[in-house]
Nanobody, 129 residues
Framework: QVQLVESGGGLVQAGGSLRLSCAASGRTFSSYGMTWFRQAPGKEREFVAGLKWRYGSTYYADSVKGRFTISKDNAKNTVYLQMNSLKPEDTAVYYC??????????????????????WGQGTQVTVSS
């Protein structure tokens, strides 16, 4: 079973940067990649960024495109989310999830349960104005 642990969240001023990490342990050979989601208080969980290492592709929500970058370090078995030019609207708990599908999910709301495996516990990102 894959275990995921997010880290790197914190408090930052608008315009600042943070780098989130998602460290994976266990077997990942059956996965297609990793996806970042976020959920703000009173809001539905939304897609942020995805990386499909089986296809070598990355994709982003329109709201973060050009500001966020998803990447991976195979040696450390870790996926990163570099967040630049942060806005107060980015404030949320950020989660990483194991991607089990060839499909590209980029919607708002509950993601298809069959397409995602293990989830991390989340890391809080707070952007002040």
């Amino acid at each position: 079973q894959v275990q995921l642990v997010e880290s790197g969240g914190g408090l930052v001023q608008a315009g600042g940067s943070l780098r989130l990490s998602c460290a994976a342990s266990g077997r990942t050979f059956s996965s297609y990649g990793m996806t970042w989601f976020r959920q703000a208080p009173g809001k539905e969980r939304e897609f942020v960024a995805g990386l499909k290492w089986r296809y070598g592709s990355t994709y982003y929500a329109d709201s973060v495109k050009g500001r966020f970058t998803i990447s991976k370090d195979n040696a450390k078995n870790t996926v990163y989310l570099q967040m630049n030019s942060l806005k107060p609207e980015d404030t949320a708990v950020y989660y990483c999830a194991e991607d089990l599908s060839w499909r590209y999910y980029s919607g708002v709301g509950p993601p298809p349960s069959a397409d995602f495996g293990s989830w991390g516990q989340g890391t809080q990102v707070t952007v002040s104005s």
